[in-house]
């Protein structure tokens, strides 16, 4: 029964592929409808999800959108006629050493990898709040870490780490739960666009020397939001072959 998501309703951002995808698929084996949302057309996860047997609802919504993103969600409800569950998982980059980074891009990342994130948050929990759902939000090894030249993205993960604890310790005595995983590398389009060298030495710095897949991030997902993890809030789950603890 610890798995048993019949009759419930998850809304995953950036679900058009990568680590969204596979959460929307694993929130779909659990039995639960599922919202994929996204600002690429997530149709093809929308046909998989389908495929499994679950009701699907596909949203396109730009996460930084304050009106978009309230849209989105309202869609969800509208569709499945509740919210249970939600993975905030939408993200972005940009490569350049502080003083060289465009302030278009600093402003770009922090809006869709944090301010993202608050605003699904905020337009979630209301429905969240009478269904006694859970929450989790991507944040990153660079959460607790520097990375190269990437001080936007490093800045608005170490946030999202921040967002999650303030959210879950406003809402902890209210009945959902908020909390967020922190994947190391994870074989997606996100992680095809970095060049080789940059990758090879975080993956040779994982305990367990091999990339992660996106299942194995969509699986940690699940288990959040799942009564198993009824007493987890606040925290953040690397998902990361072992990188943070070497
Ligand atoms: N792949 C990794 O190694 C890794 C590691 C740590 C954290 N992450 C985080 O995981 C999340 C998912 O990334 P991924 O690796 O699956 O990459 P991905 O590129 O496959 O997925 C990101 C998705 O987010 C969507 N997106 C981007 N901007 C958006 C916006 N403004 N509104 C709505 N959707 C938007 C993209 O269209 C895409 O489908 C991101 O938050 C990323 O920062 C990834």
Redesign the pocket.
Known sequence: MIHDFEGKVAFV??????????SALAFAARGASVVV????D?AETAAQVEAMGAKVHAVH?????SAAVQRAIDAAVTAFGRLDYAHN?????AVAPLADLDEADWDRVV???LT?VYLCMKYELPHLLRSGGAIVN?????SFQAADAQPA?VAS?HGVVGLTRSAALDYGTQGVRINAI??????????AAVPDDVIAPVIARTAQQRF?E?AE?GEAVVWLCSPAASYINGAVLPVDGGYLAT
Do not use: E, L
């Open positions: 951002t950036g679900a058009a592929g990568g680590i969204g995808r596979s949302c996204d600002v690429a997530p919504a730009d996460v930084s959108d998982n939408a993200g972005t980059f809006r869709v990898n993202g991507t944040a990153s090894i660079w993205y993960k922190a994947p190391g590398p994870i074989k997606t389009a996100m992680t992660g996106p991030v």
